[in-house]
Protein backbone atom coordinates (compact mmCIF):
# COMPACT_ATOMS: atom_id res chain seq x y z
CA UNK A 1 0.00 0.00 0.00
CA UNK A 2 1.25 3.08 -1.19
CA UNK A 3 1.57 5.72 1.86
CA UNK A 4 0.52 9.24 2.64
CA UNK A 5 2.29 12.06 4.32
CA UNK A 6 2.33 15.49 4.81
CA UNK A 7 5.35 17.44 6.04
CA UNK A 8 6.18 20.95 7.48
CA UNK A 9 9.78 22.15 6.87
CA UNK A 10 11.40 25.18 7.90
CA UNK A 11 15.00 26.29 7.98
CA UNK A 12 16.62 28.69 10.10
CA UNK A 13 19.91 30.98 9.85
CA UNK A 14 19.36 34.40 11.62
CA UNK A 15 22.28 35.94 10.28
CA UNK A 16 22.79 36.31 6.34
CA UNK A 17 25.83 33.73 6.83
CA UNK A 18 26.22 31.47 9.97
CA UNK A 19 24.83 28.84 12.02
CA UNK A 20 21.92 27.52 10.71
CA UNK A 21 19.65 24.56 11.61
CA UNK A 22 16.43 22.63 9.97
CA UNK A 23 13.64 20.77 10.94
CA UNK A 24 10.81 18.87 9.39
CA UNK A 25 7.59 17.93 11.06
CA UNK A 26 5.70 14.86 9.61
CA UNK A 27 1.71 14.69 10.41
CA UNK A 28 1.28 11.00 10.12
CA UNK A 29 3.52 9.36 12.19
CA UNK A 30 4.12 12.20 14.73
CA UNK A 31 7.79 12.36 13.89
CA UNK A 32 9.67 15.08 13.19
CA UNK A 33 13.76 15.07 11.42
CA UNK A 34 16.19 17.79 12.56
CA UNK A 35 19.68 19.03 11.88
CA UNK A 36 22.41 21.33 11.74
CA UNK A 37 24.30 22.90 8.88
CA UNK A 38 27.84 24.38 8.91
CA UNK A 39 29.53 27.34 10.48
CA UNK A 40 29.18 29.09 7.88
CA UNK A 41 25.84 28.31 5.86
CA UNK A 42 22.64 30.51 4.35
CA UNK A 43 19.01 30.72 5.30
CA UNK A 44 18.03 29.60 1.71
CA UNK A 45 20.24 26.54 2.13
CA UNK A 46 18.32 25.75 5.54
CA UNK A 47 15.24 25.85 4.15
CA UNK A 48 16.23 23.67 1.57
CA UNK A 49 18.19 20.96 3.65
CA UNK A 50 14.30 21.29 5.92
CA UNK A 51 12.64 19.58 2.28
CA UNK A 52 15.12 17.00 1.98
CA UNK A 53 15.69 16.03 4.71
CA UNK A 54 12.07 14.96 5.13
CA UNK A 55 11.88 14.01 2.21
CA UNK A 56 14.80 11.49 2.73
CA UNK A 57 13.71 10.21 6.18
CA UNK A 58 10.21 8.82 4.61
CA UNK A 59 9.62 5.85 2.65
CA UNK A 60 8.80 5.95 -1.02
CA UNK A 61 5.09 7.07 -0.99
CA UNK A 62 3.08 10.47 -1.95
CA UNK A 63 3.79 13.61 -0.18
CA UNK A 64 2.97 17.28 0.38
CA UNK A 65 5.65 19.59 1.82
CA UNK A 66 4.39 22.60 3.23
CA UNK A 67 7.25 25.24 3.35
CA UNK A 68 6.91 29.23 4.10
CA UNK A 69 10.13 29.36 2.38
CA UNK A 70 9.30 30.75 -1.44
CA UNK A 71 12.90 30.20 -2.58
CA UNK A 72 12.07 26.60 -2.23
CA UNK A 73 8.26 26.63 -3.35
CA UNK A 74 8.70 28.68 -6.30
CA UNK A 75 12.54 27.26 -7.23
CA UNK A 76 11.09 23.96 -7.32
CA UNK A 77 8.16 24.41 -9.29
CA UNK A 78 8.32 27.17 -11.15
CA UNK A 79 11.95 28.30 -11.54
CA UNK A 80 13.72 24.61 -11.46
CA UNK A 81 12.48 23.72 -15.25
CA UNK A 82 13.92 26.97 -16.85
CA UNK A 83 17.13 26.60 -15.04
CA UNK A 84 16.86 22.57 -15.98
CA UNK A 85 16.51 23.69 -19.49
CA UNK A 86 19.19 26.19 -19.66
CA UNK A 87 21.70 23.71 -18.43
CA UNK A 88 21.51 24.91 -14.62
CA UNK A 89 23.27 28.11 -15.37
CA UNK A 90 26.66 28.80 -12.95
CA UNK A 91 25.02 32.27 -11.46
CA UNK A 92 22.17 29.54 -9.88
CA UNK A 93 23.17 29.57 -6.04
CA UNK A 94 22.96 25.72 -3.88
CA UNK A 95 23.32 23.68 -6.88
CA UNK A 96 24.08 20.66 -4.80
CA UNK A 97 20.90 21.15 -2.70
CA UNK A 98 18.90 21.73 -5.81
CA UNK A 99 20.20 18.33 -6.83
CA UNK A 100 19.67 16.53 -3.87
CA UNK A 101 16.24 17.71 -3.57
CA UNK A 102 15.56 16.36 -6.79
CA UNK A 103 16.85 13.05 -6.04
CA UNK A 104 14.69 12.88 -2.79
CA UNK A 105 11.53 13.81 -4.79
CA UNK A 106 12.25 11.69 -7.61
CA UNK A 107 12.41 8.32 -4.87
CA UNK A 108 8.40 9.32 -4.32
CA UNK A 109 5.49 8.17 -5.89
CA UNK A 110 4.40 11.93 -6.17
CA UNK A 111 5.40 15.39 -4.16
CA UNK A 112 3.45 18.07 -4.19
CA UNK A 113 4.89 21.63 -2.89
CA UNK A 114 2.86 24.37 -1.09
CA UNK A 115 3.25 27.68 0.35
CA UNK A 116 2.02 28.04 3.92
CA UNK A 117 2.63 31.84 5.50
CA UNK A 118 5.02 31.45 7.89
CA UNK A 119 4.64 33.51 11.44
CA UNK A 120 1.08 33.17 11.03
CA UNK A 121 -0.43 30.64 13.76
CA UNK A 122 -0.42 27.44 11.87
CA UNK A 123 0.52 25.25 14.31
CA UNK A 124 2.75 22.99 12.13
CA UNK A 125 5.08 25.59 10.55
CA UNK A 126 5.41 27.27 13.91
CA UNK A 127 6.75 23.90 15.20
CA UNK A 128 8.85 23.08 12.62
CA UNK A 129 10.47 27.03 13.04
CA UNK A 130 10.60 26.42 16.87
CA UNK A 131 13.01 23.34 15.88
CA UNK A 132 14.95 25.19 13.58
CA UNK A 133 15.49 27.45 15.44
CA UNK A 134 16.63 24.88 17.88
CA UNK A 135 19.18 23.30 16.47
CA UNK A 136 20.80 26.60 15.20
CA UNK A 137 21.28 27.56 19.10
CA UNK A 138 22.53 24.68 19.37
CA UNK A 139 24.97 24.41 16.50
CA UNK A 140 25.86 27.60 17.55
CA UNK A 141 26.64 26.76 20.96
CA UNK A 142 28.39 24.09 19.55
CA UNK A 143 30.73 26.12 17.32
CA UNK A 144 31.68 28.51 20.37
CA UNK A 145 32.81 25.48 22.40
CA UNK A 146 35.12 24.38 19.98
Known amino acids: MIETFTLYTDGSCPKPQGPG ?34 LRALPPSRVTVFSDSEYVIKGFTLYRPKWEAQGWPARIKNQDLWFDLIEQVERH ?38
Open 109 to 146: ISVAFKHVKGHRGDHYNELADELAGYQTDLFARLAVDN
Open 21 to 54: GWASVCLEDRSYDRGHGAVSTTNNRMELMGAIGG
